[in-house]
């Protein structure tokens, strides 16, 4: 195995050329014996010239010996943790270049880095279809919540296996606004309340860069990188990418560590490629949701104009009935009574999101709730149906509530009820109101009190700003999903209040009418 010194092969300018080539060069014969051998070549391990020496034999003995083998062949092998690929040209020792092969030249080049790009590039193809691998039979039953904390749970399982990091955050780009939405973070704390990140070049850290140049970017040292806006306590280095859907950027992906110069370029390239599959995923969950939204829709549509018409029929059969002298009084007006309710619910159950069911089967022969008795509750909703369903429900059982159309007007009366040491025992709000989402109406009622129970309301389960899973992770009482039953909404603020069963309550107040 040791290289040959003939004159044939040692004394000429081209061989010195070869000894500096940066790749192994080397002859090899029939047997799969070395002829010669650039010192490159030389300095490898035992395991790696006998790899390279069995791919140059092999392919003597594969290719044919009438001239049509005579180009350069690649093989590849892996000895040890290196792996390589050697491209082989076979040689004869005739003049006519008609007999067999006799030798072949193989020049070898280290694949180690390109092999490792490829098997991480197979891996986020592997984690991309799991995050894709949305089961009916899992998805169907789990509300948008439940659907995002298993979406959530892949991609944490991804990237620590992927980058071996927990520190993250992903972002959806909301085009109304411009805004970089938080949908879910491990490690990275949110943004203050008020404050927002928008799709900009400068101004609003990488991931506003990232958003609006549509590139992804590597922060080598946060403390010497102009963009860098902190998130990671002690976060010295972060990779960013955009999250790509039909060559459109909908959000971003970053993340970070506390050691400078953490990723690389090729860490940066696999984050971009696992960014596609968010995206994917993330577009699925909300292809769901608005289909559950406008198939309730439709459904709803539908049976209230199946049921108008017998409604109708009943109401000409009871006007008729008015006439008739033998039909007492109170049996008319009894089946008129039976008539508005139908009518009422049906109005509630085809309504859509914007109302409360069951407000006329609400058990009202206790009276007031003595757990809910005198609780200050803020409801916070820009739909004034459900807005004043919700109020009416829970000041008839006792509560002392205030209702906002507004929840900027909202978030300012629970703060200052908090500093006036009258904090608000549970807020209930809607996740999608104008000035501010159910997050920050979650994160403002508990900074100003963090005893402050909190109940979000969502239509259908459609949460454009992911509140609840957000809220959900830093202790959100409840969700509840539009419609919902009056005798639900009564039941999860007992239990809300009841937090604080065996200790002085926050507050007592008289209830309002």
């Known amino acids: 195995m040791s290289p040959q010194t003939g004159n044939d092969l040692h004394g000429s300018d081209p061989v010195l050329l070869l000894e500096e080539i940066g790749d192994g060069i080397g002859v090899v014969d029939r047997a799969g014996e070395i002829l010669w051998m650039n010192h490159r070549l030389e300095a490898l391990t035992a395991e790696t010239l006998r790899r390279f020496c069995d791919c140059c034999r092999d392919l003597l003995s594969e290719i044919s010996t009438d001239g049509t083998g005579r180009r350069t062949h690649l093989r590849s092998f892996r000895a040890g943790d290196s792996f390589w690929e050697v491209a082989i040209t076979p040689l004869d020792g005739h003049q006519d270049r008609k007999g067999p092969f006799t030798r072949t030249v193989g020049v070898l080049h280290n694949v180690t ?108 040292d946060s403390e010497s990188d102009r963009l860098y806006i902190p998130g990671l306590d002690g976060g010295r280095s972060s990779i960013t990418a955009p999250l790509l859907l039909h060559d459109k950027v909908v959000g971003v992906i970053n993340v970070e560590s506390k050691q400078p110069a953490r990723f690389d370029d090729e860490d940066l390239l696999c984050l971009e490629l696992f960014g596609r599959y968010i995206a994917m995923a993330l577009n699925i969950l909300d292809m769901l949701v608005v289909e559950r939204y406008t198939t309730n829709q439709r459904v709803s549509g539908a049976l209230r104009d199946e049921i108008a018409a017998p409604i109708t029929a009943i109401r000409g059969a009871v006007e008729h009935l008015k006439r008739d002298p033998d039909v007492p009084a109170t049996a008319i007006a009894e089946l008129e009574r039976a008539i508005a309710s139908v009518e009422n619910r049906v109005r509630g159950a085809t309504g859509g999101p914007q109302v409360v069911l ?156």
């Open 358 to 513: 069951g407000v006329d089967r609400l058990d009202r022969s206790k009276g007031v709730d003595p757990d809910i008795s005198g609780r200050r509750l803020a409801v916070l909703d820009d739909e004034e149906p459900v807005r004043d369903v919700v109020a009416n429900v829970l000041a008839e059982v006792g509560g002392a509530v205030d209702r906002f159309s507004s929840s900027n007007e909202g978030c300012e009366a629970i703060a200052r009820a908090a500093a006036e040491g009258k904090p608000y025992d549970v807020v209930i709000s809607d996740v999608r109101m104008p000035e501010r989402n159910g997050y920050e109406v979650f994160r403002i009622a508990k900074e100003a009190c963090p005893r402050t129970q909190v109940i979000l309301m969502t239509g259908f389960g459609y949460d454009p700003n992911h509140s609840i899973v957000r809220s959900t992770q830093e202790g959100l009482h409840c969700f509840l999903f539009k419609p919902f039953q009056a005798q639900q909404l009564v039941d999860e603020v007992r239990k809300a209040v009841a937090e604080w069963r065996g200790e002085r309550p926050l507050t007592r107040s008289t209830p309002s009418a």
């Open 113 to 220: 880095a390109k092999q490792r790009v490829l098997d991480r590039v197979d891996q986020i193809d592997a984690a991309g279809a799991d995050l894709l691998a949305l089961d009916a039979k899992i998805i169907n039953p789990l509300n948008v919540g439940e659907r995002l904390g298993l979406i959530e749970g892949k991609i944490v399982t991804a990237l620590q296996r992927l980058f071996a990091v927990k520190e993250f955050e992903v972002r959806l780009l909301d085009n109304a606004t411009q805004r970089l939405e938080l949908v879910t973070s491990r490690g990275i704390p949110p943004l203050p309340p008020g404050r927002f990140l928008h799709s900009s070049p400068e101004g609003n850290g990488i991931s506003g860069h990232v958003a609006a140049c549509g590139e992804p970017y590597l922060c080598i």
